[in-house]
């Protein structure tokens, strides 16, 4: 089982559309949970992060993080076709380095 | 600008070729990392460095190496010992532990390398 899960789509909605993205995992020493958004053949580039539980909200994107359920979500208000890329959550356990864990990404289509 | 800058941006190999992928990056971030994306896959990561003139193995070190002789430049070179090393590249970096002054240290990517063994 991989430590992280996330669909990978794609998932396509017309422009407006509220958006809901989602990662589940299963090492419960997570504590801090990132979103990265990456356009096609592009480095990631990081939306948000959040620590521990709760929510976070930055314009027209909020991430959640439900640590007892161990899921995570990355809503998107008001979808424009810009967009349009592939989502990708990730996870570490505490501050200075530690490894990354990356779900495998959801790629996300909206259309005009 | 600062940033980071890989070369470059498609890489076409040989069997039985080594070639080396190239990484700048001019934020003054203490690590760097390497990391390889297969399509299901998710970033996997193949080497990190901490600091110079150090570096450590990641989850598929196998047929890679690295060097760390600048703070500037991580450069990662594919091997004929690595099995199937066509896929897409990216390098990180991030301010490290030494000069962290969140909670959280963010890993800035470079644009990639795409590298197709023919």
């Known amino acids: 089982q991989k430590e992280v899960e996330q669909d990978p789509g794609p998932l396509s909605v017309p422009e407006g559309a509220i958006v809901s993205l989602n990662c589940t995992y299963s090492?419960?020493?997570?504590?801090?949970f990132m979103w990265y958004r990456q356009y096609s053949r592009k480095g990631p580039e990081l939306l948000m992060y959040?620590?521990?539980?709760g929510n976070k909200e930055d314009g027209r994107f909020t991430a959640q993080v439900d640590k007892s359920s161990k899921y995570i979500s990355l809503f998107i208000r008001d979808s424009q076709p810009s967009d349009s890329a592939t989502y990708l959550c990730?996870?570490?356990?505490?501050?200075?380095?530690?490894?990354?864990?990356f779900g495998t990404g959801t790629r996300l289509l909206v259309s005009p | 600008d600062g940033g980071i800058t890989q070369s470059p941006k498609y890489l076409f190999r040989k069997e039985g070729q080594n070639v080396t992928l190239s990484c700048e990056q001019n934020l003054n971030h203490d690590a760097m990392y390497w990391y390889r994306q297969d399509p299901g896959q998710g970033l996997r990561l193949i080497y990190y460095?901490?600091?110079?003139?150090?570096?450590q193995k990641g989850d598929i070190a196998e047929g890679y190496s690295v060097s760390r002789e600048k703070k500037e430049s991580f450069p990662l070179t594919v091997t004929s010992a690595q099995k199937n090393p066509t896929a897409f590249y990216l390098c990180a970096s991030s301010i490290g532990l030494a000069g962290g002054r969140g909670p959280y240290n963010e890993q800035f990517f470079g644009p990639g390398t795409r590298l197709t063994v023919l």
């Open positions: 959040t620590y521990s539980s």
């Open positions: 090492n419960s020493a997570f504590q801090y």
């Open positions: 990730a996870m570490n356990r505490n501050t200075g380095f530690q490894k990354l864990v």
């Open positions: 460095s901490q600091i110079v003139n150090d570096f």
